[in-house]
């Protein structure tokens, strides 16, 4: 085989047990497990511990993969379900979030930059306001772009409650943003009248 499927190198590496399989299969997707731990922790030493305890975690639970997803959905639901274990653990003293406007204002110029700066803060805070279930699975289905159908055989719900959680989370991120748009105004108005 000259470029085996993921699903095929699965299969090679638990029929015989080579490294080689296994190592192609860590090769196609260390980057991005990496990223997305990177996502979630925003340190780069602790996305690579996570990263290593991903795949140290997907190596010995391979022999359960099965077939109904694709490897990369299976593997994405191991590195989600890891981090978000991570993030629920009571040691755990940071707040981690995904941050998909981090970059936001290096594509505006001058005023704007500062508008879309604000605008993303305003974001970042009503996302914080979020549990880490919540801000997680909106960040399946709006930042990495996973179908309904992926996010509910990786979480083990059904298709429905995927998108009643989300509903409930979109109008949760919403109400706080909102919650926090019409403060900023105010502030903004009683600042306006007290200087004239």
């Keep these: 085989m000259k470029h085996p499927t993921d699903e095929q190198l699965v299969q090679l590496y638990l029929s015989t047990q080579r490294n080689s399989y296994f190592e192609a299969l860590y090769t196609r997707y260390c980057d991005k ?6 996502s979630f922790t925003k340190n780069r030493e602790r996305a690579e511990d996570f990263t290593h305890d991903i795949f140290i975690r997907v190596v010995t639970k391979l022999g359960g993969f099965r077939e109904q ?3 990369s959905t299976w593997l994405y639901s191991v590195t989600y379900n890891y981090c ?9 003293k ?12 290096d594509y505006a110029d001058g005023e704007d930059a500062d508008i879309a700066e604000m605008e993303a803060r305003r974001l970042n805070q009503a996302l914080d306001y979020l549990t ?3 801000r997680g699975l909106l960040m399946m289905k709006y930042q990495d772009d996973i ?3 992926e996010i509910a055989d990786g979480q083990q719900l059904t298709e429905s409650a995927v998108k009643m ?4 989370a979109k109008e949760k991120l919403r109400r706080r943003y909102v919650e926090a748009l019409i ?9 306006v009248s007290f200087w004239k």
């Design 33 to 38: 497990v990496f990223r997305k731990c990177l």
């Design 69 to 71: 997803a694709k490897f």
């Design 84 to 92: 978000m274990d991570q993030l629920r653990s009571p040691k755990q």
């Design 94 to 105: 940071e707040v981690y979030s995904d941050d998909p406007y981090e970059t936001l204002a």
């Design 132 to 134: 880490p279930d919540e």
């Design 147 to 149: 179908s309904i159908r």
């Design 165 to 168: 959680r989300l509903m409930r």
């Design 183 to 191: 403060f900023w105004v105010l502030i903004g108005l009683k600042a």
